[in-house]
């Protein structure tokens, strides 16, 4: 299928113009999501000691850097729009960079982007006053769409709204963290409120909506009786799984930082700049996850963070409350509900502005992308593909909204699709055995790239090669492994039978493909 007339492309290639801290700005804002204001918890829930939550979140900051190492020399060596797609293509051939691009545009991206729309709904209706009983598909939807529409603009209107919202958020999450870190009067242990946590009704001021576990419950990990009992020793083994466990939540909340490969091709100077961006997002983010997760701890105490169902309200309450401002707490958590919305955002607006250079590189050499790999000159953009994103993401957010309730009477009973308001853990629980296999692939792919194309240019080299690649490598295959238990043990056999289903086709049409140079 031919593009449309009307899209003609006006320019063979992208013009770079993005400077060094757009590229941040893209990194930062695809990183910190929705996961970082439910993740801590989480990983409190699998440690024993401060010193090893603190550890975890550190390791997962060196994992995430030594990614960044080996994604230096990738989009330095391979400077172009696209990323993944072109390190894949060039280690593997055109048919395994097919299923990247196949797989990323029906399954990885619209579930992360769908998962996020729905976490700014639920959050963004509550902190709203009169909206609590609005539509959260439409709240979902209009907020896909209108970024989408921003877009479709142009890369200008992209980034400048791009580089608002990552502010907004590292800004917020920083006054979080200060607000947290202000003296108070009163002196005692902390996490002494763990108890109060929840209210009788089982509801908290601004609790977590509908529970958006990724992982596996910390039922597992029952070291703590009650809050008055001495810690219990645990087993080598079981204190293992707990910190693994725990590893699994914080990659997850470093994920993302590879968005910026996307748009290698449209970045000024990309040999300084690409390399700078990638180390500098990952520094603020680091920076960021440490500081707020040393707040939270302190005002809660390990055994109070891993009983919260929502961290940072439960910290602002208990601070307000021993400073006296107990009648601010209202408009606190409802900035709180506006700093999550934010954050879903930004992360939406970076995948819409990174994702579609994905589509628009496999268009150059598949036929079935060739459809959207027009570029406009005047925008800057990848339009259609721009469009079929957002339509993708649109279809999940259907689907989860009750558009699968027509096949759920031919399902077994306990086999179900989307039944949470909220089904962030599946639709990232089902993508994520994809996107963690293909970053493995990558970081294998680069060693490959080294005896098979050695004679390229290489302006920046990885430090220590192979080290890092090995590293992340073997982290990202834990994650694949522990990604596709955890999906199997929560019977999301719906969902993850979709997703094979598509990977299905996507094997049958890369087969009768013709690849071509264009």
């Known amino acids: 299928m031919e593009s449309d007339a009307t899209e003609q492309p006006l320019s063979s290639h992208p013009a770079r113009s993005l400077s060094v801290l757009d590229a941040t700005s893209i990194i930062v804002g695809t990183i910190i999501g929705a996961g970082i204001f439910h993740i801590p918890q989480w990983v ?20 995430a850097f030594a990614g960044a190492l080996c994604f230096a020399e990738l989009t330095t060596t391979y400077n172009e729009d696209g990323g993944e797609y072109v390190y894949l293509r060039e280690a593997y051939g055109d048919f395994v960079s ?13 579930a992360n982007m769908a998962a996020m ?54 800004a917020g999450l920083l006054l979080l963290c200060l607000i947290g870190s202000w003296p108070t009067p009163l002196a005692g242990p902390v996490g002494n409120h763990a108890h109060e946590v929840e209210s009788t009704d089982g509801n908290s001021n601004f609790s977590t909506p509908q529970k958006a576990e990724l992982t596996e419950p910390r039922a597992t990990t029952p070291h703590r009786a009650s809050s008055d009992a ?13 910190l693994l466990m725990a590893l699994v939540f ?47 701890a302190t005002n809660l105490g390990l055994e109070g963070l891993a009983k919260t169902s929502n961290a ?62 027009n570029w406009n000159a005047e925008s800057q953009v990848p339009r259609a593909a721009i469009a079929a994103q957002w339509l993708a993401t649109l279809v999940l ?30 639709l990232v629980s089902v993508s994520a055995p994809a ?24 302006p920046i080299k990885t430090w220590c090669f192979p080290l890092p690649n090995l590293l992340f490598g073997v982290a990202s295959a834990f994650m694949v492994y522990r990604s596709a238990e955890y999906a199997w043990n929560q019977a999301y056999f719906v969902s993850g039978s979709i997703v094979l289903l598509v990977l299905v086709v996507g094997v049958v049409l890369g087969c009768k493909s013709k690849f071509h140079s264009k």
């Open 230 to 242: 001495k810690p219990l020793p645990r087993d080598w083994s079981v204190l293992l799984s707990g």
């Open 397 to 426: 957010l259907v689907a989860c909204s009750g558009g699968t309730r027509l096949i759920e009477n031919w399902l077994p009973a306990d086999w179900h699709l989307f039944q949470d308001e909220n089904p962030f853990g599946e």
């Open 44 to 63: 409190a829930g699998q440690v024993d000691s401060l010193p090893m939550f603190f550890g975890v979140w550190l390791v997962g900051g060196v994992l």
């Open 435 to 458: 996107f963690w296999g293909f970053l493995t692939m990558v970081a294998v792919g680069q060693i490959w790239l080294r005896f098979q194309d050695p004679h390229r240019n290489r």
């Open 250 to 296: 914080v990659m997850y909340s470093f994920g993302g930082w590879n968005d910026v490969a996307f748009v290698a091709g449209e970045i000024r100077d990309p040999n300084r700049n690409l390399p700078r961006a990638l180390f500098l997002g990952l520094a603020i983010v680091t920076v960021v996850y440490l500081y707020l997760n040393f707040v939270l």
């Open 312 to 373: 940072p309200t439960q910290m602002l309450q208990e601070k307000l409350d021993a400073l006296g401002l107990s009648h601010w707490g209202g408009w606190l958590r409802g900035l709180l509900g506006i700093l999550v919305g934010i954050s879903c955002l930004g992360a939406i607006n970076a995948m819409l502005i990174t994702s579609p250079r994905i589509y628009y590189a496999a268009g150059q050499h598949h036929p079935w992308f060739r459809r959207f790999a």
């Open 98 to 110: 097919f299923q990247y691009a196949w797989i990323t545009g029906w399954v990885i991206r619209p």
């Open 117 to 170: 729309a729905i976490t700014f709904a639920l959050f963004g209706r509550e902190a709203a006053v009169g909206l609590q009983k609005g539509s959260v598909f439409l709240f979902a939807v209009g907020g896909v769409s209108f970024l989408a529409a921003i877009n479709l603009l142009g890369i200008q209107a992209g980034k400048w709204s791009q580089n608002l919202l990552t502010f907004c958020k590292v």
